[in-house]
């Protein structure tokens, strides 16, 4: 899953960010261009230790990527790593919408995730006011003479913070989740979790001095008759301003498939869907997530149906999975001095699907 | 039929995790047996087992602090379940620091033994976990299948060698080859050994004390006459004896095993508060 090995290999990065003297430009990058970028970090232990710097350089006309890590005695790593040009998506949804908010250490998730099985790849949380329940999920057709269930009980005490507006049931992919749980444990930072009803996004974030993240999962609805077929989550490009059609990454990200794995690696025109986008400049450290309206024509249309992803189509698998499937996966490093240009350009990431047109004057910094 | 039981100190409940660790490691699916006073872990020697069996035995009265059970009937007060031992491990691995266990028989969707496993918290009241392990409840009929495998008519019985030497010899003749011979005589002389087209290895034990075995009817074990050096032997498949070696977490009280000379190898091994019998049929 895209988020989750994202995760990890960002742990390292948001550890190298502190060390980033030089960065020639913002962007964004896909952690899991079929792998490519991840050897890059792969032994943390290792990074820690030997790297000094790490500077990250693109040649937008070559497609070229260049991480160079510069370790001690003088060694130089030097990666060249070819990107493609994605298209800017965008996740739709609003936290401060959400009725139902968690808070709670990152160690707590992590406590409570270590009783399911690595191998489960989906968990319901269930919860009212006066309790919180994470449980493996069943589908219908579960032969539960082979299959082990496990519940947790949790009391609302535990939380940080602790808001149930509406008795709920979500279920959602807990492998993807994993990913951010390893990393909110190695920032060791608090976790926020913003719900609703079954059917809705359910979005993790995490929240530091010089980052922060959101993971926006959809959520099963049971009730739902209808096929959905996700639309692909993504983040906006800062800079590349010339692409701004969803003529390519409006393929459904899944064919049925319950695999978010297979899903997203599949069609090679995704591959900007989970996009993670470091900027990181330390010291004059600006989210310039310069959102670019995309225009409505090119999305599909939204019958303000719940779930995040933004397209439906119209009969489809009526008989598959009706589970939508993406993430997204931002990351921003945030100064306390905005530029009004930014605030201005700087759309809220995430709005209702079904309330957009509510919003559409609202600028506020939802994600971030 | 029920049954319900309780473990609250945490000694007892990670020895009873290190045996169900252990039997995880022999069986993928084993029999469990409920008596009034004894659990009895119960592998079978089928040929899907691979022709190995298992028997172990443990007091309840050592590990649980509460046991209710009730069999199927009063004249047969037992029950018989299968299941998958590694998931009781799994449902035990994360429970280290608990407060309390309650391990209970109940049908939810199908029958289930639930482990419900009481945890500290930060609040008040305590996280409770539970883990739903499917099981399967063996019907009367069926229960000759799982009877006490007798002592087989030996030709040596002899004491094992330290559990952690014979484990590591035993895994390092593993990548060499697929069966490996055990043989032993009355003297305390074991010799593992183990031959390819390549090479032939053989690693000797000496010493080792062979167990004296009172015959049934009160006489001295008729070793008397027996060529006390003559070796009894038997081929076996070498990964079943590396999993019993492995699967071994704490070192037992006595570990010994009785030859059958090319049928059968028959290992004890003994703590205080559990036996386990493992036997392995020789190879043609």
């Keep these: 899953m895209k988020c989750v090995i994202g995760g990890a ?9 502190h060390a980033i003297a030089r960065i020639s430009d913002e962007f964004w990058f896909d952690p899991i261009e079929k792998g490519s970028v991840l050897p890059v970090f792969r032994c943390v232990n290792v990074l820690e230790r030997n790297v000094e710097r790490c500077s990250i350089s693109t040649n937008p006309s070559d497609h070229h990527i260049t991480f160079q890590l510069l370790c001690r005695h003088g060694v130089v790593k030097t990666y060249n790593l070819t990107f493609q040009d994605c298209d800017p998506l965008q996740a739709v949804f609003a936290r401060h919408m959400c009725p139902n908010i968690l808070k709670v250490h990152s160690r707590l998730l992590a406590d409570v995730m270590i009783h399911f099985p690595t191998s489960q790849e989906e968990i319901t949380l269930s919860v009212t006011p006066m309790k919180v329940c994470f449980k493996s999920y069943t589908e219908e057709d ?12 949790l009391s609302p005490e535990e939380f940080d913070y602790f808001q149930v507006g509406v008795d709920s049931e979500v279920t959602f992919c807990l492998k993807e989740l994993r990913g951010l749980l390893v990393f909110s444990e190695a920032a060791s930072v608090p976790v926020s979790i913003h719900f609703d009803r079954c059917g809705r996004p359910i979005a993790f974030s995490i929240e530091d001095l010089l980052l922060e993240a959101s ?27 010339s692409r701004t059609g969803m003529d390519k990454s409006d393929q459904p990200s899944m064919d049925g498939a319950r695999n978010a794995d297979t899903a997203t690696s599949k069609k090679p025109q995704q591959k900007g869907n989970t996009p993670s986008m470091i900027s990181a400049k330390p010291s004059n450290a600006l989210a310039k997530q310069e959102v670019k309206n995309i225009p409505r024509g090119s999305e599909r249309d939204v019958p303000g149906r719940a779930g995040a992803a933004m397209a439906k189509a119209a009969g489809g698998k009526a008989t598959e999975a009706p589970y939508e499937k993406f993430h997204s996966l931002f990351f921003g490093a945030v100064s306390y001095k905005e530029k009004e240009t930014i605030g201005d350009n700087f759309q809220s990431l995430v709005t209702a699907s079904d309330t957009e047109e509510e919003f559409g004057a609202l600028q506020s910094s939802q994600v971030l | 039929m029920r049954f319900r039981a309780k473990i609250v100190d945490l000694a007892c409940l990670n020895h009873f995790s290190r045996i169900i660790n252990t039997i995880a490691k022999l069986a993928k699916t084993c029999i469990l047996r409920l008596t009034v006073c004894k659990l009895y872990f119960i592998l079978s020697d089928k040929v899907a087992n691979g022709g190995a ?15 209710q059970m009730e069999g199927v009937a009063a004249e047969h007060n037992e029950i018989y379940l299968e299941l998958v031992p590694e998931n009781l491990s799994r449902a035990l691995k994360t429970a280290q620091n608990a407060k309390a266990v309650k391990i209970k028989l109940t049908n939810k969707h199908c029958p289930c033994l639930s482990v419900a496993v009481e945890l500290p918290s930060l609040s008040s009241s305590s996280r409770i976990v539970t883990h739903d392990i499917p099981v399967g409840v063996i019907p009367r009929r069926m229960w000759n299948d799982f009877k006490e495998p007798s002592v087989p008519d030996f030709d040596v019985s002899i004491y094992l060698p330290a559990l952690k030497t014979m484990k590591s010899v035993v895994e390092r003749m593993k990548n060499l080859s697929n069966f490996i011979v055990i043989e032993a005589n009355l003297s305390g002389e074991m010799n593992l050994k183990i031959e390819t087209d390549l090479v032939s290895v053989t690693t000797h034990f000496k010493d080792l004390g062979n167990p004296p075995w009172a015959s049934e009817d009160g006489c001295e074990s008729n070793s008397q006459g027996r060529d006390l050096e003559s070796m009894a032997e038997a081929c076996i498949d070498i990964k079943k004896l590396q999993q019993l070696l492995a699967g071994q977490q704490v070192n037992p009280t006595k570990a010994l095993c009785n030859i059958v000379r090319k049928r059968i190898v028959h290992f004890i091994l003994l703590h205080e508060e559990v036996s386990l019998q493992y036997f392995i049929p020789a190879v043609a």
């Design chain 1, 9 to 17: 290999q960002l742990r390292v990065f948001g550890r190298a960010i």
């Design chain 2, 53 to 67: 069996s298992m028997w172990c035995e443990l007091s309840q009265g050592n590990f649980f602090d509460e046991f």
């Design chain 1, 142 to 153: 579960t032969d539960f003479s082979r299959t082990m269930l496990t519940e947790i009980q």
């Design chain 1, 215 to 241: 993971f926006i999962l959809a959520t099963l609805c049971e009730a739902e008759k209808e096929a959905a077929t996700p639309e692909p989550a993504c983040c906006p490009r800062p800079w590349d301003s």
